[in-house]
C-alpha cells in the first residue's frame, strides 16, 4: 500500500480553496520574527494590549466571557454597569439568571454567557475559595472557559504565560501571514507557539489584534496596501 497521503487532503482547505506553502518552521520562524519587527514598528508597546476592562481576576474573566462574539467596546460599555451591580463573587453566585440574562443582553448569547458565568462563580467559590484558579488546568475546568480565554485571564490576571490567545483576528492574520494553514484554534495556537518566542507569547495576540483593526479589517478585500503584503503571498 503506498505511504503517499491523499493529494486533496494537502491542497484543499475547507472553503475550497488551494492550500499555499507556508514552508517549514524555520522558514516559518524567520517570517514570524520578521512580522513582528514590523508589527512593533507600527505598533506602539503600550497600544499592544488587552482593551477590555477590569479590576480583578474574576472580573477579567466575566468580561473575556462576554467578549465571545461580541466587540470590546459594547462589553466594556456593559461591564461598566455589571461590575457596580455586582460587586463581589458571591452577587454571581446568588444572582437571578432571568435578571441577569437581561444585564448582559446586548453582548449577545446571553443565555449560554450568563449560565457560564454563574456556573463558574459556583465552582470558583466552592473549589477554589472564591479565587479564579491560575493554572491552566484548573480554568479549563470552568463552564465557558476555552485555551483561548485561559490565556487571557491567565497572563493579563497573573502574568502566567501558558499560550498564546487565538481570536478571530489571530487566526485569519496568522492564516493570511502563511504561519499556519489551520483552521482550528487549538492547532493554530500549537503552530504559533513553534515560531514565536515564548516572551512574546502574551503580546503577541495583541500586536495581531490591533493590525487587524487598524490596518487589515476582515472586511477587506484588497490585502495590496496593508504595511504587511509581503508576508501574505507564497
Not at 517549514?24 to 499592544?48: M, S
Request: glycine residues 4%; positive net charge.
Amino acid at each position: 500500500m503506498s505511504s503517499v497521503p491523499n493529494q486533496k487532503s494537502i491542497d484543499k482547505l475547507p472553503d475550497g480553496k488551494l492550500r499555499r506553502s507556508i514552508g517549514g518552521i524555520a522558514e516559518r520562524t524567520e517570517r514570524a520574527l520578521a512580522i513582528f519587527v514590523h508589527l512593533k514598528k507600527l505598533i506602539p508597546e503600550e497600544e499592544a494590549t488587552i482593551a477590555l476592562r477590569y479590576g480583578s481576576p474574576w472580573e477579567l474573566l466575566v468580561a473575556v466571557i462576554l467578549s465571545a462574539q461580541c466587540t470590546d467596546k459594547k462589553v466594556n460599555e456593559v461591564t461598566a454597569t455589571l461590575f457596580k451591580k455586582y460587586p463581589m463573587l458571591d452577587d454571581y453566585v446568588n444572582a437571578d439568571p432571568r435578571i441577569f440574562e437581561r444585564d448582559v443582553f446586548s453582548t449577545g448569547f446571553y443565555h449560554d454567557k450568563t449560565k457560564h458565568i454563574l456556573a463558574s462563580a459556583k465552582l470558583i467559590r466552592d473549589n477554589w475559595g472564591g479565587k479564579v484558579p491560575d493554572t491552566m488546568k484548573e480554568i479549563l475546568t470552568l463552564q465557558g472557559v476555552s485555551r483561548k480565554t485561559a490565556n487571557v485571564v491567565l497572563g493579563n490576571a497573573y502574568d502566567i504565560v501558558d499560550g498564546i490567545a487565538v481570536d478571530t483576528h489571530v487566526r485569519r492574520l496568522a492564516r493570511l501571514w502563511r504561519l499556519t494553514n489551520e483552521w482550528d484554534p487549538q492547532k493554530i495556537e500549537r503552530d504559533l507557539m513553534d515560531v514565536i518566542p515564548k516572551k512574546d507569547w502574551l503580546h503577541a495576540t495583541y500586536y495581531m489584534i490591533e493590525y487587524g483593526r487598524r490596518y487589515c479589517p476582515a472586511t477587506k478585500k484588497d490585502h495590496n496596501a496593508c504595511p504587511l503584503a509581503k508576508f501574505e503571498k507564497k
